[in-house]
């Protein structure tokens, strides 16, 4: 019997958030969209990077 391997769900919906426009700057932040095929809890954290 062959074994399937899946992918954890937020590895999926972060290869959706860089594969698309899914992240717009707006006033004071920023708007993030994706899909949660899974309906999984995800949690996502934005931190600042500082160049």
């Not at 899909?35 to 809890?41: A, F, L, Q, R, V």
Request: hydrophobic share 45%; proline share 6%.
């Amino acid at each position: 019997m062959p074994v399937t391997v899946l992918r954890p769900p937020y590895l999926i919906v972060l290869d959706k958030i860089k594969s698309n426009d899914n992240v717009v700057a707006t006033f004071g932040g920023l708007n993030l969209n994706y899909t949660n095929d899974s309906k999984s809890d995800i949690i996502i954290k934005i931190i600042k990077r500082i160049l």
